[in-house]
């Protein structure tokens, strides 16, 4: 027996979003919107707040995007601001992903 999708889940569209270029930091803005499923304008308000947040850089790269991802940047919300963004992708991805992608990041800015 196969179940229905679920009609909400724990982790926001944010933060699947940075889940999917944490990932594949070169992911097309369209796989990004089928793969969470919102509609790529959604994908794209979504990569502007998480730059604004100084969360995400993007790089260009021909016609293509490169994403870093700054882990070492505090969650927004109150109840989770004590945490890191390292701390929200440790529990998804792995720790050495993790660590990949801080030394991507400060490689990138510095």
């Not at 969470?36 to 502007?48: D, F, P, W």
């Not at 790089?59 to 890191?84: F, M, S, T, W």
Request: with cysteine; hydrophobic share 40%.
């Amino acid at each position: 027996m196969q179940t229905a999708a679920p009609h909400w889940t724990f982790l926001s569209n944010h933060a699947h979003v940075l889940i999917c270029i944490a990932e594949n930091p070169e992911i097309r803005l369209r796989d990004i919107a089928d793969k969470v499923g919102i509609t790529e304008r959604s994908a794209q308000r979504i990569i502007n707040q998480l730059r604004e947040a100084n969360i995400l850089v993007t790089e260009k790269n021909g016609r293509r995007n490169h994403y870093l991802v700054d882990v070492e940047q505090e969650l927004r919300h109150p109840i989770e601001a004590h945490c890191k963004v390292a701390t929200l992708l440790s529990g998804i991805l792995s720790p050495q992903k993790v660590s990949h992608i801080r030394k991507m990041f400060l490689e990138a800015v510095t």
